[in-house]
T-cell receptor, first 115, second 115 residues
Framework: DTGVSQNPRHKITKRGQNVTFRCDPI?????LYWYRQTLGQGPEFLTY????????KSRLLSDRFSAERPKGSFSTLEIQRTEQGDSAMYLC?????????????FGPGTRLLVL | AQTVTQSQPEMSVQEAETVTLSCTYD???????LFWYKQPPSRQMILVIR??????QNATENRFSVNFQKAAKSFSLKISDSQLGDAAMYFC????????????FGTGTRLKVLA
């Protein structure tokens, strides 16, 4: 396994701009998760994909947020019209669907700062 | 709704000593998993240890062990022979053993290891 990768690692943007983050899961992991972690807090679940299907979205995921996972491989998370409250670390994780593999493997995260 | 509580924002331990991090959770489910993840500064989250709720035996991974008290809904992490490299944020996480397997995290405990 090469590990979960995320790009960019850091993003600074001005309020009102759109940003897009990418996550490349471990190959053959068909489940992919996005979490948001603010300073001093634990990660909070945002959304979940099984293959290309987005099966659950948290109420934290406002209309300005959209996530995709075309072809069930990499995933993107887009935030439109960013607000200062969007500043956080965005974490991606993946796991296998079958077997005794409840463990999620996390990427290094994308740290977003909205000015 | 399930919740995870870590009541110790910060803990310190002398190198080579033992420290215990506390975690309590609330759930009405009977089948679930519990995890401890380590998040070093500016590095990605990695799994330390996991526990299946149906197993009565406490999980152990080298210097790391848990005290799982299902009736009390308590899941503490014991680190023996603490090393400087153990310094990090430690998060307790819970997931149901069905559905999306999304994690619910506690707020974390920052562990400092004193030389």
């Amino acid at each position: 396994d090469t590990g979960v990768s995320q790009n960019p690692r850091h993003k600074i943007t001005k309020r009102g701009q759109n940003v897009t983050f990418r996550c490349d899961p471990i190959s053959e992991h068909n489940r992919l998760y996005w979490y948001r972690q603010t300073l001093g807090q634990g990660p909070e679940f945002l959304t979940y994909f099984q293959n290309e299907a987005q099966l659950e979205k948290s109420r934290l995921l406002s209309d300005r947020f959209s996530a995709e996972r075309p072809k069930g491989s990499f995933s993107t998370l887009e935030i439109q019209r960013t607000e200062q409250g969007d500043s956080a670390m965005y974490l991606c994780a993946s796991k296998r669907s079958s077997g005794n593999q409840e463990t999620q493997y996390f990427g290094p995260g994308t740290r977003l700062l909205v000015l | 709704a399930q919740t995870v509580t870590q009541s110790q924002p910060e803990m310190s331990v002398q190198e080579a000593e033992t420290v215990t991090l506390s975690c309590t959770y609330d759930t009405s489910e009977s089948d679930y998993y519990l995890f401890w993840y380590k998040q070093p500064p500016s590095r990605q989250m990695i799994l330390v240890i996991r526990q299946e709720a149906y197993k009565q035996q406490n999980a152990t991974e080298n210097r790391f062990s848990v005290n799982f008290q299902k009736a009390a809904k308590s899941f503490s992490l014991k680190i023996s022979d603490s090393q400087l490299g153990d310094a990090a944020m430690y998060f307790c996480a819970y997931t149901r053993a069905s559905g999306t397997y999304k994690y619910i995290f506690g707020t974390g405990t920052r562990l400092k290891v004193l030389a």
